[in-house]
């Protein structure tokens, strides 16, 4: 059987006051009834707390997506795209290094396979590797082709 919430109902002993009731049993406080013009309205007041309650062996704290809550922190492509950076800086034959960098380095900005804050650590050194051989191509192509 289900009780109706708590709130401010009429009186069942005196028709002409408002009576508190708890959601399970008449309260001691009463207050008058309003006047004939204005509608009888019972105030319900919503509970505070839950109305059921969770097992803690049901909690689960590792997110469904992920399959686990394993960290991360290496992102292979992030890596190779700076060191293929760093090598195009000192070693850039034909600028093929710089090709790599770039390549990787655009691959490691779109799917770092890095989690959490390192995530955002794999994307920066992406970006930082994606500057780098764009230089270093630039470099590499005016040498190449005799522009400057």
Same mark, same amino acid.
């Given at each position: 059987m289900t009780l109706p919430a708590a709130g &401010?109902? *009429?009186?069942?002993q005196d028709a002409s006051r408002l009576r508190w009731w708890d959601g399970r049993a008449w %309260? #001691? @406080?009463?207050? =008058?009834?309003? /006047?004939? /013009?204005? *509608? $009888? !309205? *019972? $105030? =319900?007041v919503a509970p505070v707390g839950p109305s059921f309650s969770v097992q803690p062996s049901v909690i689960r704290t590792a997110s469904w997506a992920s399959g686990g809550s394993t960290v991360h922190r290496l992102s292979v492509f992030s890596t190779l795209a700076v060191?293929? #950076? #760093?090598? /195009? $800086? !000192?070693?850039n034959p034909w600028g093929l290094c710089s090709l790599g960098a770039l390549f990787t %380095?655009?691959?490691g900005m779109v799917h770092p396979s890095a989690? @959490? @804050? &390192?995530? $955002?650590? #794999?994307r920066s050194a992406s970006a930082s590797a994606l500057v780098v051989a764009v230089a270093t191509a630039a470099v590499a192509g005016s040498v190449q082709f005799h522009l400057f």
């Open positions: &401010w109902f *009429p009186d069942p %309260g #001691a @406080g009463t207050r =008058v009834l309003p /006047s004939r /013009s204005e *509608p $009888v !309205v *019972p $105030v =319900v060191l293929l #950076a #760093a090598t /195009s $800086v !000192v070693f %380095g655009l691959f989690t @959490g @804050g &390192w995530r $955002v650590l #794999a």
